[in-house]
């Protein structure tokens, strides 16, 4: 199964642009990607399926709100 990567701010699926880096505090390699909607450099959201996408989206949401 193919995780899905979205964007922690906006929510959409299409980052490009990954990026290796190196915390070096915690000695734990990371990955973040540039968002192509909010032009936003971040680490992503991983999902397990389509359906925790929605659900992600709908928490995006109901933050968007308060
Ligand atoms: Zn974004």
């Known amino acids: ?7 922690p701010i906006c929510g959409s699926k299409e980052l490009s642009g990954l990026k290796h ?18 032009g936003n450099l971040a680490i992503p959201f991983i999902l397990d ?3 925790d996408y929605k659900k ?4 995006l949401e109901k933050k968007d709100q308060e």
């Not at 199964?1 to 964007?7: F, L, P, Y």
């Not at 915690?26 to 990607?33: D, I």
């Open 1 to 7: 199964m193919k995780d899905i990567v979205a964007c």
């Open 21 to 38: 880096m190196e915390n070096w505090m915690k000695k734990t390699p990371m990955s973040s990607y540039t968002c192509q909607k909010c």
């Open 49 to 51: 399926s389509e359906e």
């Open 56 to 59: 992600f989206l709908i928490e």
